[in-house]
T-cell receptor, first 114, second 113 residues
Framework: AQSVTQLDSQVPVFEEAPVELRCNYS??????LFWYVQYPNQGLQLLLK??????LVESINGFEAEFNKSQTSFHLRKPSVHISDTAEYFC????????????FGKGTMLLVSP | GAGVSQSPRYKVAKRGQDVALRCDPI?????LFWYQQALGQGPEFLTY????????KSGLPSDRFFAERPEGSVSTLKIQRTQQEDSAVYLC???????????FGPGTRLTVT
């Protein structure tokens, strides 16, 4: 079984400031890692994912996440946030072989203010 | 193309009532998933279908919860004799297969009074 910990339930930042949303996971086997974003009144959207290869993955809107196996972390970062980045962000894991289902963290609400 | 749609978007039920929540997956997607998202929590897995076969229902919280996908497309999640603790957002997701990216619907917010 796997689990995901997002320690910060809410992260307030000012526009154009950098941000890091933390995600740690626990699993006895290798996993794939995901960040999903949920804008108000919308469904979950995949932001980025780590499957294999380079441990640094990027999204089209400037977010990046780095898989750190030794720290069992997959923190999400953006060097300069916009008001429109205000949303809830969920980290999720799934085993990379055999059958398993997505396990989500509790989410981190990113609040960007002017 | 159209994404995953769910209906109704909002449902208020009195305790003890039965409810049915519908999910229309993306056309051609074999895999369909239901999740329950309680307030302040991340989505939690309920059940998984591959075509019309329900291969995993380990996440259903009680025997009051029942899901079906009779023709391998539209799915319905039914909750009998609703309780207050059933209040949550119910999310549906579909994917080409079990290993592919899941696309989520907007969810149905169920409030049991």
């Amino acid at each position: 079984a796997q689990s995901v910990t997002q320690l910060d339930s809410q992260v307030p930042v000012f526009e154009e400031a950098p941000v890091e949303l933390r995600c740690n996971y626990s699993s006895s086997v290798s996993v794939y890692l995901f960040w999903y974003v949920q804008y108000p009144n919308q469904g979950l959207q995949l932001l980025l994912k780590y499957l294999s290869g380079s441990t640094l993955v990027e999204s089209i809107n400037g977010f990046e996440a780095e898989f750190n196996k030794s720290q069992t972390s997959f923190h999400l970062r953006k060097p300069s946030v916009h008001i429109s980045d205000t949303a809830e962000y969920f980290c999720a894991v799934i085993m990379n072989s055999g059958y398993s289902t997505l396990t989500f963290g509790k989410g981190t609400m990113l609040l960007v203010s002017p | 193309g159209a994404g995953v749609s769910q209906s109704p978007r909002y449902k208020v039920a009195k305790r003890g009532q039965d409810v049915a929540l519908r999910c229309d997956p993306i056309s051609g997607h074999v895999s369909l998933f239901w999740y329950q998202q309680a307030l302040g929590q991340g989505p939690e897995f309920l059940t998984y279908f591959q075509n019309e076969a329900q291969l995993d229902k380990s996440g259903l919280p009680s025997d009051r919860f029942f899901a079906e996908r009779p023709e391998g497309s539209v799915s319905t999640l039914k909750i009998q004799r609703t309780q207050q603790e059933d209040s949550a957002v119910y999310l549906c997701a579909s994917s080409l297969d079990i290993a592919s990216e899941q696309y989520f619907g907007p969810g149905t917010r169920l409030t049991v009074t």
